[in-house]
């Protein structure tokens, strides 16, 4: 068997086996991929509650454009549809119905839950005080909230709760009868908690699926309402007419409007993050294979030539798929995305082979004579992306093993496959005049030497010297969700009032009991702390469920019947309360001693279970309690307060997620440093000498600096993934170096060599450019910045490294 | 009080608006004129003295202060400053009832959409003074005796399950004035509150 043979063989069989895997791949697009996975316990719990914490299930409902009335009416109905449906493990929009359960729990166990219950609460001096305090009360406006539950708690302990779950919770969004709604009156609002994990996509869609019906439906309903009282106000017509008309008139104006369905949440953006990568995948690797397709059909005028540069770029992407699937076992939705790029890069190598055989030599010819530099080029290639490899963010993981694999196939098949299949008497391609010409005309720029150095001295100034933040100084800048949405989402959380909790205590034990244990304690602990004002107040899990020792504690403190009598007796002396009122106080203490503990069941159906579960969850090693605190004024009082409880952390959320994204940065900067030192390296060892090395270096680094200062014209912050684009931008770039490199000794050919490059640019910049298109950050971050980065480098390099004499030019044109 | 409601008299004898709806004065006044009177009036000041027999307790609570409204909704409720110097402060805004007891802690809001039981009470309260007759027609039986110069409203709720809170609420003035505010609730308490207004 002939090397030709055995290259053939081989390149069927990696092809099919390939194609094996990836028909069996699984396409993942879940976001988190491109989520910073984080080192610190602290910042590991941070990232998995936004992964699959309660807050991942929630889904802000607004209905908006229509008049508060009908907004709330709706509201109402569509509650009423979504309750009691298994998707949804609550739905809440404001309605009494779930207070009432949420009164009738705090009532029922009052006693358990009150921390003020000690045994010296209920001697008959202390009772005495708080009888007096009651009868104070009483004469107050907000008299009538204690009159009715006087007689069965004098004590208060449900005021007291309530006080709590009140002062914890916020003052919660304004009401429109009986319902939430904006303080604009523009929009009802509701809160709807899936029961999917937010890890569940496929859940999730089905549940926004049942709400948008649902919603749809009672729009209908309404409408169909409208026309009932149209029809009724048409028949008064006749007896009233003037007010008949106007209520008809006012009745089609409402029908106009019609009520628009909102939502927000991280289930909404999961779900519409993954239907944007399938659609941008797509439509953005469709795009710019049609255009590559269509220049070089444009270019080349054959379409054998066309197919014969696809097959290095598709050989590439299928086997880039399958390495991926074999390393991580799926692959993520934006890497697919990403093989839009590769048919960038990769049809490079085709176009450099078909652009450089000139028509009297056999393209054998022209691939032995280009390899070592289109080598070179792919050996750099890999190099930037492998940087990428090391990355935190499994998705850029991804996106490196993809492009490498992609590549090195891509140019092996070009190397030694094309040569094979293209036919005996084939030689050369049809050269278009126009691209020498205009090959021609860029390689004579070299006269603006100057210019390029004043533009990167300008660009160099602006960078420095420029306005605004350099880096997106926030954790949102990594968001997947874009902009818009993220505005939706902060205005409808503005709307709700939802007080955002920033300053976090949190613990983790290995059972549920033992962190309910140390949230208690780490609330003794911090009782001191808003005492002297370090911290307004603070939320913990244990409010809503007290670990069984403290209702045990609760309930050995509460005296026997007699006794509370006794000590009752005392305290009402001289006290002008009707006698025997307080009956119901001794049977409700007395019934409280030997009452079943409180356990997790018994918060079913109230909305405090869904505090509950912000700040006390279940993680795969544990339980995790959590304190929010609110008005924090000194931070380091509450570090030492807490020290007396092993391993609990304060967790400045704001700093936290900036620091993470310092982390995260650092590592953007130094893998992309990396990348550029192991190209440097690599370049050095090939090129052996220190002016070449220099000059092919130059305009790269050109390239970048102008790029760079072109994306924060206006301002503009840098993001992380900008700066991964940069790497791509020097990986790229080299290649156009190298070329120019070669062709020092020949600058004959250079006209020839520029067309190439020439070419393999525009199909670069068409790559990237549509990834500039896409409406997911990710993608767009790294698009526009390769695209214009690419663009320069080819221009710099052309410009600094092209020959001074240009005589030989017009004899390049002749052969 | 009965101090108080001889100042009330005199002050009316002379105002000019009183003496030119003499002619009308005699006759049975209607709810849509009280209204329209009423809805006149876009701010006043007050000052009331309360009594309050509480079904729990033996003796009566006695409290003294100023009352203040500005239509169409918001209305205030201040007690004279306690022995300690503290003012509570109770005050209805649209939907909203705030009371501060001025003792330093957290005012106590109360959305009237949560506890309805508090919102016939505060409807009653803010529709007359607004003179929204519709409002009134909608939440209560409505008893009106005398002439404008001399009034009497008796205020039912027709929701007998609101009898709880409000039973009756009996609001007595003359002309476009407000002079006493009496209720009852279902509870066995009964409040008596005389209002002497100061300003508008």
């Given at each position: 068997m002939?090397?030709?043979?055995i290259?053939?063989v081989a390149?069927?069989?990696?092809?099919?086996?390939?194609?094996?895997?990836?028909?069996?791949l699984?396409?993942?697009?879940d976001?988190?991929?491109f989520?910073?996975?984080?080192?610190?316990p602290?910042?590991?719990?941070?990232?998995?509650?936004f992964?699959?914490?309660?807050?991942?299930r929630l889904?802000l409902?607004a209905?908006e454009?229509?008049?508060?009335d009908?907004?709330?009416?709706i509201s109402?109905?569509?509650?009423?549809?979504l309750?009691?449906n298994a998707?949804?493990?609550?739905?809440?929009?404001?309605?009494?119905s779930?207070f009432?359960?949420?009164?009738?729990?705090?009532?029922s166990?009052r006693?358990?839950l009150?921390?003020q219950v000690?045994?010296?609460r209920?001697?008959?001096?202390?009772?005495?005080t708080q009888l007096?305090h009651d009868?104070?009360d009483?004469?107050s406006a907000?008299?009538?909230?204690?009159?009715?539950?006087?007689?069965a708690d004098p004590?208060?302990?449900m005021?007291y709760l309530?006080?709590q779950?009140?002062g914890?919770?916020?003052g919660?969004?304004?009401?429109h009868?009986?319902?939430?709604?904006s303080p604009?009156?523009?929009?009802?609002l509701?809160?709807?908690?899936?029961?999917?994990a937010?890890?569940?996509?496929?859940?999730a869609q089905r549940?926004l699926?049942?709400?948008?019906?649902?919603f749809?439906q009672?729009?209908?309903?309404q409408?169909?309402q409208?026309?009932?009282?149209?029809?009724?106000?048409?028949?008064?017509?006749?007896v009233?007419n003037?007010?008949?008309?106007?209520?008809?008139?006012q009745n089609?104006?409402?029908?106009?409007?019609?009520?628009?369905?909102v939502m927000?949440?991280p289930?909404?953006?999961?779900?519409?993050?993954r239907?944007?990568?399938k659609?941008?995948?797509?439509?953005?690797?469709?795009l710019?294979?049609l255009f590559v397709a269509?220049?070089?059909?444009v270019?080349?005028?054959?379409p054998?030539?066309?197919?014969?540069?696809?097959?290095?770029?598709?050989?590439?992407?299928?086997v880039g798929?399958?390495a991926?699937?074999?390393?991580f076992?799926t692959?993520?939705?934006?890497?697919?995305?990403?093989?839009a790029t590769?048919?960038g890069?990769?049809?490079?190598?085709?176009?450099y082979?078909?652009?450089q055989?000139?028509?009297?030599?056999?393209v054998?010819?022209?691939?032995?004579?280009?390899?070592?530099t289109l080598r070179?080029?792919?050996?750099?290639?890999?190099?930037?992306f492998s940087?990428m490899l090391?990355?935190?963010?499994e998705?850029?993981a991804?996106?490196?093993?993809?492009?490498i694999?992609?590549?090195a196939?891509a140019?092996?098949?070009?190397?030694?496959?094309?040569p094979?299949?293209?036919?005996?008497g084939?030689?050369g391609?049809?050269?278009?005049?126009t691209m020498?010409?205009i090959?021609?005309?860029?390689?004579g720029?070299?006269?603006?030497?100057?210019?390029?150095?004043?533009?990167?001295?300008v660009?160099a100034?602006?960078?420095v010297f420029?306005k605004?933040?350099?880096?997106a100084?926030?954790?949102a800048?990594l968001?997947?969700v874009?902009?818009?949405?993220?505005r939706?989402?902060q205005?409808l959380?503005?709307?709700?009032?939802?007080?955002?909790?920033?300053?976090?205590?949190v613990v983790?034990?290995?059972d549920?009991e033992?962190?309910?244990?140390?949230a208690?304690?780490?609330?003794?602990?911090?009782?001191?702390?808003i005492?002297q004002?370090?911290?307004a107040?603070?939320d913990t899990?244990?409010r809503?469920?007290p670990?069984?020792?403290?209702?045990?504690?609760r309930?050995?403190?509460?005296?026997?019947p007699?006794?509370?009598q006794?000590?009752l007796?005392?305290?009402l002396r001289?006290l002008?309360?009707?006698?025997?009122l307080?009956?119901p106080?001794?049977?409700a203490?007395?019934?409280a001693r030997?009452?079943?503990?409180?356990?997790?069941?018994?918060?079913?159906?109230?909305?405090?279970?869904?505090?509950?579960d912000?700040?006390l969850?279940?993680?795969r090693?544990?339980?995790i309690?959590m304190?929010?605190l609110?008005g924090v004024t000194?931070?380091?009082?509450?570090?030492?307060?807490?020290?007396?409880?092993p391993?609990?952390?304060?967790?400045?959320?704001?700093?936290?997620s900036n620091?993470l994204?310092?982390?995260y940065?650092?590592?953007?900067?130094?893998l992309?440093?990396l990348?550029?030192?192991?190209?440097?390296?690599?370049?050095?060892?090939?090129?052996?000498?220190?002016p070449?090395l220099?000059?092919?270096?130059?305009?790269?680094?050109?390239?970048?600096v102008?790029?760079?200062?072109?994306?924060?014209?206006?301002g503009h912050?840098?993001?992380i993934?900008?700066?991964?684009g940069?790497?791509?931008v020097?990986a790229?770039?080299?290649n156009y170096?190298?070329?120019f490199?070669?062709?020092?000794?020949?600058?004959?050919?250079?006209?020839?060599?520029?067309?190439?490059l020439?070419?393999?640019?525009?199909?670069?910049v068409?790559?990237?450019?549509v990834?500039?298109?896409?409406?997911?950050?990710?993608?767009?971050d790294l698009?526009?910045?390769?695209?214009?980065?690419t663009?320069?480098?080819?221009?710099f390099?052309a410009?600094?490294m092209?020959?001074?004499?240009r005589?030989?030019?017009?004899?390049?044109?002749?052969? | 009080?009965?101090?108080?409601?001889c100042?009330?008299?005199?002050?009316?004898?002379?105002?000019p608006?009183?003496?030119?709806?003499?002619?009308?004065s005699?006759?049975?006044v209607?709810?849509?004129?009280?209204?329209?009177s009423?809805?006149s009036v876009?701010?006043?000041?007050?000052r009331?003295?309360e009594?309050?027999h509480?079904?729990?307790?033996r003796t009566?609570?006695e409290?003294?202060g100023?009352?203040?409204?500005?239509?169409?909704d918001h209305?205030e409720?201040?007690?004279d400053p306690a022995?300690?110097?503290?003012v509570?402060?109770?005050a209805?805004?649209?939907?909203r009832?705030?009371?501060?007891r001025?003792t330093g802690?957290?005012?106590i809001?109360?959305?009237l959409?949560?506890?309805?039981?508090?919102?016939?009470?505060?409807?009653s309260?803010r529709?007359?003074?607004?003179?929204?007759?519709d409002?009134?027609r909608?939440?209560?039986d409505?008893?009106l005796s005398g002439?404008?110069?001399h009034?009497?409203?008796?205020?039912q709720p027709?929701?007998a399950a609101q009898h709880?809170?409000?039973q009756w609420m009996r609001?007595?003035g003359?002309?476009?004035r407000i002079t006493?505010?009496?209720?009852?609730?279902?509870?066995?308490?009964r409040?008596?509150?005389a209002?002497?207004?100061?300003s508008r």
């Open positions: 002939t090397a030709r043979r290259a053939i390149w069927i069989a990696v092809v099919a086996a390939s194609t094996l895997i990836v028909a069996r699984h396409i993942n697009t976001m988190s991929a989520l910073p996975r984080s080192a610190s602290a910042q590991k719990i941070l990232v998995d509650q992964r699959d914490g309660v807050v991942s889904v409902v209905i454009g229509v008049p508060a009908r907004s709330a009416a109402k109905q569509l509650a009423g549809r309750r009691g998707e949804f493990v609550a739905v809440e929009n404001g309605e009494a779930g009432e359960r949420d009164r009738d729990f705090l009532w166990h006693y358990l009150s921390d000690q045994s010296d209920f001697t008959g001096a202390a009772l005495h007096e009868l104070s009483l004469g907000a008299g009538f909230l204690l009159e009715r539950t006087l007689a004590t208060g302990e005021l309530l006080q779950q009140q914890g919770g916020g919660g969004p304004q009401h009868d009986g319902v939430w709604i604009d009156g523009n929009r009802a509701m809160l709807v908690r899936l029961r999917a937010g890890s569940d996509i496929d859940s549940a699926q049942t709400i948008r019906s649902a749809a009672v729009a209908q309903d409408v169909a409208d026309q009932v009282a149209q029809n009724q106000a048409a028949r008064h017509q006749a009233q003037e007010a008949a008309r106007h209520r008809a008139a089609e104006v409402a029908q106009n409007q019609a009520a628009r369905l927000t949440g289930p909404v953006f999961a779900v519409e993050a239907d944007r990568i659609s941008d995948a797509t439509r953005l690797s469709v710019a294979s269509t220049f070089l059909l270019v080349y005028r054959s054998r030539v066309l197919l014969l540069a696809v097959i290095p770029v598709v050989s590439g992407a299928v798929v399958a991926v699937g074999l390393a076992r692959i993520h939705g934006i890497t697919l995305g990403f093989g590769l048919i890069e990769a049809v490079d190598y085709a176009v082979l078909f652009t055989t000139a028509p009297d030599s056999p054998e010819v022209t691939i032995r004579r280009i390899w070592p070179l080029g792919v050996l750099t290639s890999i190099c930037g940087a090391l990355s935190r963010f998705g850029f991804q996106l490196g093993l993809f492009t694999t992609g590549l196939v140019v092996c098949v070009t190397r030694w496959v094309l094979v299949l293209i036919p005996a084939f030689a391609v049809r050269q278009s005049h020498l010409r090959a021609i005309g860029v390689t720029l070299h006269r603006l030497r100057f210019i390029v150095a004043a533009v990167v001295v660009a100034a602006s960078l420029g605004g933040a350099f880096w100084g926030d954790l800048s968001s997947p874009p902009p818009a949405e993220q939706l989402d205005s959380r503005h709307d709700m009032q939802a007080r955002d909790a920033s300053f976090l205590v983790r034990r290995p549920q033992s962190a309910l244990e140390a208690e304690r780490l609330t003794g602990l911090l009782a001191p702390v005492r004002g370090g911290l107040g603070l899990p244990t809503y469920l670990s069984l020792a403290a209702q045990r504690a309930q050995a403190a509460l005296p026997d007699a006794t509370l006794g000590e007796d005392t305290a001289d002008p309360f009707q006698p025997g307080f009956a106080f001794i049977d203490v007395g019934k030997s009452s079943p503990l409180i356990d997790r069941s018994a918060l079913d159906g109230t909305s405090l279970s869904l505090r509950l912000s700040l969850s279940r993680q090693d544990g339980w309690a304190l929010s609110r000194a931070p380091a009082s509450i570090d030492r307060a807490i020290a007396g409880e391993d609990a952390v304060l967790v400045d959320l704001k700093a936290e620091r994204l310092g982390v940065l650092r590592e953007g900067a130094s992309s440093g990348g550029a030192a192991a190209i440097t390296v690599l370049l050095a060892i090939s090129l052996r000498s220190l070449r220099l000059t092919v270096i130059a305009p790269l680094v050109a390239a970048v102008t790029t760079l200062a072109v994306l924060r014209l206006g912050a840098l993001s993934f900008n700066l991964f940069m790497l791509l020097v790229i770039g080299s170096c190298l070329f490199d070669r062709q020092r000794g020949d600058p004959a050919g250079l006209p020839r060599v520029m067309a190439s020439l070419l393999a640019n525009v199909c670069t068409a790559g990237f450019g990834l500039a298109l896409s409406r997911t950050p990710v993608l767009h698009g526009a910045p390769v695209a214009i980065g663009l320069l480098s080819l221009l390099a410009i600094i092209s020959p001074a004499n005589s030989s030019a017009p004899d390049a044109v002749a052969r | 009080m009965k101090l108080l409601r100042m009330a008299l005199a002050a009316s004898l002379g105002f608006a009183v003496s030119a709806a003499r002619a009308d005699v006759a049975p209607t709810l849509d004129q009280l209204m329209a009423l809805r876009r701010h006043v000041e007050a009331y003295v009594h309050r509480l079904h729990v307790l009566p609570i409290t003294r100023t009352l203040s409204f500005n239509a169409p209305l409720k201040a007690t022995a300690d110097g503290s509570e402060r109770l209805i805004d649209g939907d009832l705030t009371i501060d001025g802690g957290a005012p809001v109360v959305s959409h949560e506890h309805p039981e508090i919102g016939v009470l505060v409807e309260i529709a007359t003074l607004s003179g929204d007759a409002a009134l909608r939440t209560f409505i008893t002439s404008l110069a009034w009497q409203l008796v205020l027709r929701d709880q809170t409000l609001v007595s003359y002309a476009e006493a505010i009496d209720t009852a609730n279902g509870d066995g308490d409040s008596e509150m209002i002497v207004e100061q």
